[in-house]
């Protein structure tokens, strides 16, 4: 999940569908690591734990129709690592962070979200993070009804992590 030779990374303009999220997955995966890269940092490994963590996380916020980082019933990014085997015992130690994006229309794609991500500090700091190895991806065309007003999308989570044992 790496850039091509020219830098382009394959459906980075594409909108989400219930068909196509696998192919969506990639597309933010490549265009981070082509950040990180840019800026001569490792690019991230995937990680199926925190894939599924991440998705999970997202189809809660689209079908919940809400949009944090804590889910309605008190959730956080560590306990949905825990609960995907990614923290997977007590004496580990990690590091993670947490990117959270929605848009709607053109704004939905893995490329606009990539750019709105890396406009904001935090979200661009947690790309960047030297300290990353792994990451996931969790995405859905559903965005939630009160914040879309109805029109198509895409919502997004991505995790980052390391462990340390």
């Known amino acids: 999940m790496v850039p091509a030779a020219n830098?382009?990374?394959?459906?980075?303009?594409?909108?989400?569908?219930?068909?196509?999220?696998?192919?969506?997955?990639?597309?933010?995966?490549?265009?981070?690591?082509?950040?990180?890269i840019r800026r001569h940092e490792a690019p991230l490994r995937w990680s199926g734990r925190i894939t599924r963590a991440a998705q999970l996380h997202t189809e809660s916020m689209a079908f919940g129709d809400y949009f944090g980082h804590i889910g309605p019933a008190g959730s956080t990014p560590p306990a949905r690592l825990r609960q995907a085997g990614y923290i997977y015992s007590p004496d580990l130690g990690y590091e993670i962070g947490e990117n959270l994006g929605w848009g709607t229309l053109s704004l939905g794609t893995p490329a606009a979200m990539l750019a709105a991500w890396m406009a904001s500090p935090g979200h661009r700091a947690n790309i960047l993070?030297?300290?990353?190895?792994?990451?996931?991806v969790g995405v859905s065309p559903n965005v939630p009804a009160s914040l879309s007003s109805g029109q198509p999308g895409g919502i997004y989570t991505q995790d980052f992590g390391v462990t340390i044992s």
Request: with cysteine; aromatic share 2%; charged share 30%.
């Open 7 to 36: 830098g382009s990374c394959p459906d980075e303009r594409a909108a989400p569908t219930r068909s196509n999220a696998e192919l969506i997955r990639v597309a933010v995966v490549c265009l981070v690591n082509r950040e990180r």
């Open 129 to 136: 993070d030297a300290g990353f190895r792994d990451t996931g």
